[in-house]
């Protein structure tokens, strides 16, 4: 049985980032995944309410105009969009980060600078593991 292509979107206000995604995701083969590539909140908004079926968002935290944080606020606020998962990434790893983090309703916290090796592995954990079947 074929797997079903999974929808990813990437939130990062830094060109050099969105280009290490585009990168890891092109080695990504665990499952078949659709990358969508937003440079801030509102971006992430307006592409998320077209694709409200989007499985994952990574989530920069320190972004222009509106934050990471913010964002997932409003993401977790929106009936259609509050079963996707948001992993939040940022070059804060103060436990209190984290703690925000998770309490606003992410479901994991990615370090920056991260490895396309670390990358893949929660990848795989959100989108292919028992646990991502479980919403």
Excluded: W
Excluded at 3 to 26: C, G, I
Excluded at 59 to 82: Q, V, Y
Excluded at 84 to 91: A, G, P
Aim: with cysteine.
């Amino acid at each position: 049985m074929a797997s079903t292509k999974k929808r990813v979107l990437a939130v990062d206000d830094s060109t050099l980032l969105q280009r290490m995604y585009e990168m890891s995701f092109k080695i990504y083969t665990t499952v078949p995944v659709e990358l969508a590539i937003a440079s801030d909140g509102q971006d992430a908004l307006t592409r998320l309410a077209e694709h409200p079926d989007t499985d994952l968002v990574l989530l920069d935290i320190n972004m222009p105009g509106m934050t990471g944080l913010e964002c997932l606020e409003r993401i977790r606020k929106e009936p259609a969009l509050k079963r996707i998962r948001v992993i939040l990434v940022s070059t804060e790893d103060h436990r209190s980060d984290v703690e925000r983090g998770v309490a606003a309703g992410a479901v994991a916290y990615l370090i920056k600078p991260f490895t396309p090796q670390q990358l893949h592995e929660l990848l795989d954990d959100m989108l292919v593991s028992k646990r991502a079947n479980g919403r």
